[in-house]
């Protein structure tokens, strides 16, 4: 029953945000708390004591940080509300599940667990400046806007792994409570996809300049986005013989934070971008998910 919970429970949640997005909005100001949960609950699993870091980290990183301010430096000149849309995109760190869908691929998980830890680290640290320039507030004198959007963010993304490691070294007993229920964050999850659907539809509905192309446009080029990171980690990762995790540790991002900063720090139509990426990437990884059935089959029935 909950694995049929589990398959059912993207298209669920978004269509609940969409049918009833009036009343869900309201509920906007759960998101930062459920992001937070979401990533304590997900650090409880990682130790500092298993974290290995290699280069193929390093290079992924480098794609994250650098892919997002080159796709937005060529798209700028001609759209910028589709530049700050495709730069969330590539910009939004590693979402928890990867680790989760990595070792159903038969991926390396560690590598993966700790990509989740830098990946959230550098949004952490770049972010600030990026929007700081790019964003709502650039009209601010800069450290003004950065210090503002470091107040939020950083806190976000790293108080959840400081308190995580904290709860590890000091309350064993509490820490294994907590892995005991990580189920939670899944639920958490859900209600937050709910309420970001909500926020984005509203703001489609209600937007007095709708800008409908750029959204259509947003939609497709997330989806072009959303592959060539697919492709591109896979395709590095099998040089370090780590296909799977580096797939998934450029492709599968955290969409629940990129839609929240996106609708904070960016223009709102921005906020498509990521919010249509939810679609391609569980495409995606439904795909590989019945690639790797069918294997599996083929190679039990030999």
């Not at 694995?3 to 930062?32: D, E, R, S």
Request: charged share 10%; net charge positive; proline share 5%.
């Amino acid at each position: 029953m909950l694995q049929l919970l589990k398959n059912w429970m993207l298209p669920v949640a978004m269509l609940t945000g969409a049918l009833f997005h009036t009343y869900i909005g309201v509920l906007g100001f759960l998101t930062p708390t459920l992001i937070f949960c979401m990533l304590f609950l997900t650090f409880c699993k990682i130790s500092p004591r298993h974290m290995k870091f290699s280069r193929l980290h390093i290079w992924l990183l480098l794609i994250q940080l650098c892919g997002s301010l080159l796709v937005y430096v060529v798209i700028v000149p001609f759209n910028a509300e589709l530049a700050q849309g495709i730069l969330i995109c590539v910009l939004a760190p590693t979402a928890t599940a990867a680790a989760v869908i990595t070792g159903m691929l038969g991926g390396n998980i560690a590598f993966l667990a700790s990509f989740v830890f830098l990946s959230n680290v550098l949004v952490a640290v770049a972010a600030p400046v990026i929007f700081s320039f790019l964003g709502t507030n650039s009209d601010l004198p800069f450290w003004e806007s950065f210090g503002y959007i470091c107040r939020q963010v950083v806190p976000l993304l790293i108080l959840p792994l400081l308190g995580a490691w904290l709860v590890q070294w000091l309350l064993p007993r509490v820490h294994q409570w907590l892995l005991s229920v990580q189920i939670l964050s899944f639920y958490m999850w859900s209600l937050a996809l709910t309420i970001v659907t909500g926020r984005t539809v509203t703001f489609l509905l209600e937007q007095p300049d709708p800008h409908y192309e750029n959204e259509v446009m947003l939609a497709v080029l997330s989806l072009g986005i959303c592959v060539m990171q697919f492709y591109a980690g896979r395709r590095l990762g099998s040089r370090y013989d780590n296909t799977v995790a580096g797939g998934q540790g450029l492709g599968q991002k955290n969409t629940i934070l990129a839609i929240w900063m996106a609708q904070i720090y960016l223009c709102p139509t921005a906020a498509v971008g990521p919010a249509a990426y939810v679609l391609w990437q569980n495409i995606i990884n439904s795909w590989q998910l019945w690639k790797k059935r069918k294997v599996k089959q083929n190679t039990e029935s030999e």
